[in-house]
T-cell receptor
Framework: GAGVSQSPSNKVTEKGKDVELRCDPISGHTALYWYRQSLGQGLEFLIYFQGNSAPDKSGLPSDRFSAERTGGSVSTLTIQRTQQEDSAVYLC?????????????FGQGTRLTVV | DQQVKQNSPSLSVQEGRISILNCDYTNSMFDYFLWYKKYPAEGPTFLISISSIKDKNEDGRFTVFLNKSAKHLSLHIVPSQPGDSAVYFCAALGGSNYKLTFGKGTLLTVNP
């Protein structure tokens, strides 16, 4: 597709269940980012991929969060044993190279609600 | 510890007038700044950016000003249009050069 695609667009899950969020970046973009936006908060950095490797996982809030990227393309963010505080919009972005002067294009986000 | 601060959660402006959105930062390693615009239920879209070697960048109705000594930048929209109504995020890059640090956003409402 022409833009960054995320699925599902909405996810409601019960506390304690695991969820997987998917991101399809723009074709050819080597850099991929996950951010989340909680209610009333700015965009919080979670993890950055360059190709398939993640040089910076510093934003992942706990060990319940993990992410992988395969084939330098699709990425999956997994949240295990979800908690109510995990409720947020999870945004994926990609950019051509990941450095300065490269614009990051965002997907529409996945709204996660943990009940 | 917020490194990028947008102290006004909302701003309301009349159509045709100027909108000024402000952003302050604390990290002196930041050297590239971006503004993103976000409509409800959509991801943020890039609007305009400025490098720290400049103090002004203009693109049509949008101008970003950077005051490095004050660690302050602002986005000017003139004339404002109702379609500009959205949340505007200020973001900064520096050091690692890949991790965007965002402010909390300012909701701009342009009234017809």
């Amino acid at each position: 597709g022409a833009g960054v695609s995320q699925s599902p667009s909405n996810k409601v899950t019960e506390k304690g269940k695991d969820v997987e969020l998917r991101c399809d970046p723009i074709s050819g973009h080597t850099a991929l980012y996950w951010y989340r936006q909680s209610l009333g908060q700015g965009l919080e950095f979670l993890i950055y991929f360059q190709g398939n490797s993640a040089p910076d996982k510093s934003g992942l809030p706990s060990d319940r969060f993990s992410a992988e990227r395969t084939g330098g393309s699709v990425s999956t963010l997994t949240i295990q044993r979800t908690q109510q505080e995990d409720s947020a919009v999870y945004l994926c972005a990609s950019s051509r190279y990941g450095g300065q002067n490269t614009e990051a294009f965002f997907g529409q986000g996945t709204r996660l609600t943990v009940v | 510890d917020q490194q990028v601060k947008q102290n006004s959660p909302s701003l309301s402006v009349q159509e045709g007038r100027i909108s000024i959105l402000n952003c302050d930062y604390t990290n002196s390693m930041f050297d590239y700044f971006l503004w993103y615009k976000k409509y409800p239920a959509e991801g943020p879209t890039f609007l305009i950016s400025i490098s720290s070697i400049k103090d002004k960048n203009e693109d049509g109705r949008f101008t970003v000003f950077l005051n490095k000594s004050a660690k302050h930048l602002s986005l000017h929209i003139v004339p404002s249009q109702p379609g500009d109504s959205a949340v505007y995020f200020c973001a900064a890059l520096g050091g690692s050069n890949y991790k965007l640090t965002f402010g909390k956003g300012t909701l701009l409402t342009v009234n017809p």
